[in-house]
């Protein structure tokens, strides 16, 4: 019912920025809050991000990566983003771009891995030490 891809991964020296985007399509973007996820070899997918599907109120993020991550998106263009600025080796992971897909549901700080009935098909991104 929704189709998410990533775009916007690949190598990065440490302390450089990558921007992530995740286009949707399928359902009415604007009715549903969207995350982001990553996952490193050998480890669990984790949350990295989450917008409200306005995106108001305030984003939840990861502690690692408050502070150098911002999340936003654009529901003109069915589009969610990730900043990452001051990448770090241990950011190296694929990211996902997922969707809740109950209409107006925002978990924030409460937010995990099953809340997300949709995902992208990931995108690499390698920080180079």
């Known amino acids: 019912q929704v189709q998410l891809v990533e775009s916007g991964g690949g190598l990065v020296q440490a302390g450089g920025s990558l921007r992530l985007s995740c286009v949707a399509s399928?359902?009415?973007?604007?009715?549903?809050?969207m995350g982001w996820f990553r996952q490193a070899p050998g480890k669990e997918r984790e949350i990295v991000a989450a917008i409200r599907w306005d995106g108001g109120g305030n984003p939840t993020y990861a502690d690692s990566v408050k502070g150098r991550f911002t999340i936003s998106r654009d529901n003109a263009k069915n589009t969610v983003y990730l900043q990452m600025n001051t990448l770090k080796p241990e950011d190296t992971a694929v990211y996902y771009c997922?969707?809740?897909?109950?209409?107006?549901?925002?978990?924030?700080?409460?937010?995990?891995?099953?809340?997300?009935?949709?995902w992208g098909q990931g995108t690499q991104v390698t920080v180079s030490s």
């Open positions: 997922a969707a809740d897909l109950r209409r107006y549901s925002w978990r924030g700080d409460n937010y995990s891995r099953r809340d997300f009935n949709y």
């Open positions: 399928g359902r009415t973007f604007s009715t549903y809050s």
